[in-house]
Every structure is written in structure tokens, then in C-alpha cells.
């Protein structure tokens, strides 16, 4: 077994297995029950594009597992060192390779690889609905720090403002509420 930088022709293999994995914890497929294909492309094409953005933003942040000359997943990493946090967007396993340890061993050396940059801190995030996520993550010393929801809207719908005319006149007007936090 050995964890090594990934190479440009291994992209699409990745980019399949991350489609493959991300099947029932993926945001995008939640859009899709929702509102079906969006603009022409499904989850899967949304999807593999993550992989395109973790390596824009680190070409050198993403590591292969290899198991016996094949590729068992991968992890992939970017480094904010002013912040001093390395993030975590994404990590998958084929399937034949999981529940045996190798998600944890990616997630070690990630860790480790960040404080070889001294890095302090490192941030990963899971749907609730990931249940091995939440648990792995917790073993591997992430602590939970919030929950967040990803509201989407379909711009030909009706908006609030559009309807707002019916709002009565003592109802106070959009826009003064506090921010949210
Ligand atoms: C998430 C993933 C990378 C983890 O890799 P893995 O090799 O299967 O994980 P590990 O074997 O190292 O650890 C899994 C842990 O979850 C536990 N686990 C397994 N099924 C579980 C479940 N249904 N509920 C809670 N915990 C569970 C295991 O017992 C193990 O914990 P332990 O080491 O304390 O016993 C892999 O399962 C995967 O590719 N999943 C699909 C894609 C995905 O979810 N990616 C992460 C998105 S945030």
C-alpha cells in the first residue's frame, strides 16, 4: 500500500471514482431529486468537476492510494497558510476498498501532510446523512463545530420580491432585519 501525488492521466479514473462514491452523499444529487438536471448536466458532471477545482486550487494537494498497482482511492487537499488551516473537499474509496482502514490512512496522511507545511489546523465537512463520515472524522480528532443547510432556488420560479406587493403596508419593509450571523 502507498499514498502518493496523483498524475494527469489518472484524473478521469478519479473523476469516476468520486462520481461512484459520492452516490446517496452528494449536494448535487439532492438538487437533482429536487429540480432534475440543471442546465443541461446531472450530478455526476457537477460532481467530477470538484475534482477540477481541488486542483486548481492545490495541483499538488491531491494523493492516490495504490494497493497492488491499482488505484484504491484518493484524498484531496488545499493549504490556506496564512489561516494555517489545510482543508479536506474530498476523499473516496472504490468500493472493494472500503471498511478495511484505508479511508482513516488517507485522512492521516493529509493530516500529517499538513503539519509538514505547518499547517495548525485541519477542516473537513460530511453530510448528516454520512454516517461513516461523521464517524470517521470524529475518530480521526475533528471536533464538530457547525451545521450548515444549502438552500437552492429555481430562478424561473416566482420570487419573494416579485410577490412582495401583496405584503401589507405594516409589515416592515424587506431588507431590515439584522444579518444572520
Ligand atoms: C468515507 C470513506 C472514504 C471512508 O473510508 P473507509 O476506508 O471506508 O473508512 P475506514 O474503514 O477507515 O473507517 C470507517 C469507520 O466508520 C465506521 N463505520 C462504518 N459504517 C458505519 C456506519 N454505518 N455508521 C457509523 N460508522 C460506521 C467503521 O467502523 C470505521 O470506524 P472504526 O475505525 O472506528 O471502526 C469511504 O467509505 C467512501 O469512499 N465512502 C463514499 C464516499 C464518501 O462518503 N466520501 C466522504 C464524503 S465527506
Not at 497492488?68 to 494555517?84: M, N, P, R, S, V
Amino acid at each position: 500500500m502507498k499514498i502518493r501525488p496523483s498524475r494527469s492521466e489518472e484524473i478521469p479514473t478519479l473523476k469516476r471514482m468520486m462520481v461512484e462514491a459520492f452516490e446517496g452523499v452528494c449536494i448535487d444529487q439532492g438538487m437533482e431529486a429536487l429540480f432534475g438536471p440543471i442546465h443541461g448536466h446531472d450530478w455526476r458532471w457537477r460532481k467530477a468537476r470538484h475534482l477540477d477545482w481541488d486542483l486548481a486550487k492545490d495541483p499538488n494537494g491531491v494523493f492516490v492510494l495504490e494497493i497492488d498497482g491499482q488505484i484504491a482511492g484518493f484524498i484531496t487537499t488545499w493549504q490556506d497558510h496564512e489561516a494555517g488551516i489545510g482543508h479536506i473537499p474530498n476523499l473516496a474509496l472504490a468500493p472493494e476498498f472500503r471498511g478495511q482502514g484505508y479511508g482513516r490512512k488517507l485522512i492521516e496522511f493529509a493530516m500529517d501532510h499538513f503539519r509538514r507545511n505547518g499547517l495548525t489546523h485541519a477542516k473537513i465537512e460530511t453530510l448528516v446523512q454520512n454516517a461513516v463520515g461523521r464517524h470517521l472524522y470524529k475518530s480521526c480528532g475533528f471536533r464538530e463545530v457547525a451545521w450548515q443547510i444549502h438552500f437552492v432556488a429555481d430562478l424561473s420560479e416566482q420570487t419573494a420580491s416579485e410577490s412582495s406587493d401583496e405584503v401589507s403596508a405594516d409589515e416592515p419593509p424587506t431588507g431590515s432585519a439584522p444579518p444572520a450571523g
